[in-house]
C-alpha cells in the first residue's frame, strides 16, 4: 500500500469515528428536546394565568406595590441573561448573547447602569474573558432546569427590586432567553418582568345582557396577595424560560449535529472516491512494472540467443 493511500484510509477512519459520535449526540438531542417540549407545554399555561392572575389583582386595586409600580426616573435595571453550559449547539449561545448586548445598550442609551445575572457557563464565560462585572451566575443545570433552580435565580431577583438604588437595588428586571418555537426555529428575546406591565387603562364596557361584571375583594389586602403571588409569578416566568432555553438548545444541538453527520458522510464518500483512485494508480503502476520487467526480460533472452 503506497502511502498516499494509506493517508487517505487513516482519515477515512479518524471521519467515520467522528461521524458515529455525531450521530449519537444528534440522537441524545432528539430524545431530549422531546422531554423538554412536553415540559415547556406543561408549564406555559401556568405562567400565562398566573400572569394574568397577578395583573387582575394590579388593576383592581389601587395598591402602590414596589414590584408593580413603574419608577418615574428609573436609574438602574438588573438583566438575566440565559445560556447554555455546553456547545456543540451552532450559534445558539452566540445569539442570545447578542440579544443581551444589544438590550444593554439600549438600556445604557436611557442612562440606566445594568446589572447582569447570568445562567450557564458560555455567558458567564463571556462576561468573564470581557472582565466584566457579574452580580450573580448559575451553572450547570442548563440542559434539565428544575423548579428549585428557579426560585433559586429568582429570590436575588427579587430582593434587589424590593431594595432602595441607594443600597444596590434596581427598578426594573428584564430577562433575555431563547423562545422555543418549532424544531427549526428557535428565537432569542428580551422581556421586561418586573415592574408587571399592565397596559393603558381602557374604559369599562358596558355588560352584555345576562352578564355579570367581576368583582375582586381581598383577603386579607391587595398588598398581601401581591405579596404572595409576584414571587410565584417571577419564577413561573423564569422557570419557563429556562425550560424555553433547554428546549432551543437541544433542538439546535440536534440540528447541529445532523450537519456534522451529513457533512461526515459527505467527505467519507470523497476521501473513498479519492483512495480509490490512488488504488487505481498503484495498480496500474504495478502492472506497467510487471509489463516492462517481462519485456525487459524476453529483449535479454532474444539477445542472448
Do not use: C
Not at 450573580?136 to 431577583?157: R, V
Not at 375582586?216 to 424555553?244: G, K, M, T
Amino acid at each position: 500500500m503506497g502511502a498516499k493511500l494509506r493517508v487517505y484510509k487513516r482519515r477515512i477512519r479518524s471521519v467515520t469515528a467522528t461521524k458515529k459520535i455525531t450521530k449519537a449526540m444528534e440522537m441524545i438531542a432528539a430524545s431530549r428536546v422531546v422531554k423538554a417540549q412536553r415540559q415547556v407545554a406543561a408549564s406555559t399555561p401556568y405562567a400565562s394565568e398566573l400572569t394574568r392572575a397577578v395583573t387582575a389583582v394590579a388593576t383592581g386595586s389601587n395598591t402602590q406595590h414596589p414590584l408593580t409600580t413603574e419608577v418615574e426616573r428609573p436609574t438602574r435595571a438588573a438583566l438575566l441573561l440565559i445560556t447554555s453550559d455546553r456547545g456543540l449547539a451552532g450559534g445558539y449561545s452566540s445569539n442570545v448573547i447578542k440579544a443581551a448586548e444589544q438590550l444593554t445598550e439600549r438600556l445604557k442609551a436611557e442612562g440606566k447602569e445594568v446589572d447582569a445575572y447570568i445562567v450557564g457557563r458560555k455567558g458567564v464565560s463571556y462576561y468573564s474573558f470581557r472582565e466584566r462585572k457579574v452580580v450573580e451566575s448559575w451553572t450547570g443545570f442548563t440542559d434539565s432546569p428544575t423548579y428549585a433552580d428557579a426560585k433559586a435565580i429568582s429570590a436575588p431577583l427579587i430582593e434587589a427590586v424590593q431594595r432602595d438604588t441607594a443600597e444596590g437595588g434596581v427598578d426594573e428586571l428584564h430577562i433575555v432567553t431563547t423562545e422555543f418555537i418549532s424544531m427549526m426555529t428557535q428565537t432569542a428575546i428580551d422581556d421586561r418582568l418586573l415592574p408587571l406591565s399592565l397596559g393603558k387603562a381602557e374604559e369599562p364596557e358596558e355588560p352584555s345582557k345576562g352578564e355579570i361584571l367581576p368583582l375582586f375583594e381581598f383577603e386579607p389586602s391587595a398588598e398581601d396577595v401581591l405579596d404572595a403571588l409576584l414571587p410565584r409569578y417571577v419564577e413561573s416566568r423564569i422557570y419557563n424560560a429556562l425550560l424555553q432555553a433547554a428546549a432551543s438548545k437541544h433542538a439546535a444541538t440536534r440540528r447541529a449535529m445532523k450537519s456534522a453527520t451529513d457533512n461526515a458522510e459527505d467527505l467519507i464518500k470523497s476521501l473513498s472516491r479519492l483512495a480509490n483512485a490512488a488504488r487505481q494508480a498503484e495498480i496500474t503502476q504495478e502492472i506497467s512494472e510487471i509489463v516492462g520487467g517481462a519485456s525487459a526480460l524476453a529483449d535479454a533472452t532474444a539477445g542472448s540467443d
